[in-house]
């Protein structure tokens, strides 16, 4: 709490400075303006990376070593490239930007994208792809998105459940990265490993891939209670 309280402190403070805080219109590009500073961008990363919490470690972490086959799997939405209705901010797909930020760590690993609402085809690629190579390491993303107008928001359609159940039993090592709530975690069988980054923003996005390999070492605990096993407080 000492931590968290500390950058509430820091992030006040800066647009203290700014004069964002004052009682006045703010423009939209004032504000962009100190949002996107480096400043603000630092505090981002930092909170980003004090935020990872590891749940379940078996296979952690990957080893970045030349010739390991490695098979990302990540959705994309029917939302991205849409504003969110009452929000004004646009839904962008991040599916690419983890795979660029995955090869920040060596060798390439191979992009499969499916549907949020996967379907008999999306199945059938999945299968085929963990079935066709012998990876080292299958990595789900599950992208846990709340959307104020969208039905289901935060949680995971019953279909990508399966299709993670489906490829645990074909890769019993795989590891699943939660970029988004935990609660899904309540309809899952249990993942050896599973990294849990709160959010699918640049930044926490790079934070949990510098834990998947092993550049950081994660220091999250769970700010809520997900089931009997992760309680509130834990973390490995």
Not at 17 to 33: V, W
């Amino acid at each position: 709490m000492d931590q968290i309280d500390a950058s509430v402190r820091r992030i006040l403070g800066i647009k203290e400075r700014f004069g964002l805080l004052e009682n006045r219109t703010i423009r939209l590009e004032e504000a962009e303006g100190v949002l996107g500073s480096a400043e603000h961008t630092a505090l981002s990363r930092e909170i980003a990376a004090r935020s990872i919490t590891v749940l379940e470690a078996d296979h952690l972490p990957i080893a970045p070593a030349a010739g390991r086959k490695v098979l990302l799997v990540a959705t994309r939405s029917p939302d991205e490239g849409r504003e969110v209705e009452d929000m004004g901010t646009r839904i962008s797909g991040k599916a690419g930007y983890l795979l660029r930020s995955r090869r920040r760590y060596g060798a390439a690993a191979d992009l499969l994208v499916i549907d949020e609402y996967p379907d008999e085809r999306d199945v059938a690629a999945v299968t085929e792809a963990v079935r066709k190579v012998a990876y080292d390491h299958v990595i789900y993303a599950a992208f846990v998105r709340v959307i104020s107008y969208k039905e289901g928001s935060g949680t995971l359609p019953s279909a990508q459940l399966d299709i993670i159940a489906r490829i645990r039993e074909m890769h019993p090592q795989l590891i699943l990265l939660v970029l988004g709530g935990p609660y899904i975690l309540r309809k899952m069988e249990a993942v050896g490993s599973c990294i849990c980054a709160y959010g699918d923003g640049d930044e926490s996005i790079d934070a949990a891939v510098d834990v998947l390999f092993g550049a950081e070492q994660a220091r999250g605990r769970l700010p809520v209670e997900v089931n009997e096993k992760y309680r509130f407080g834990y973390g490995l």
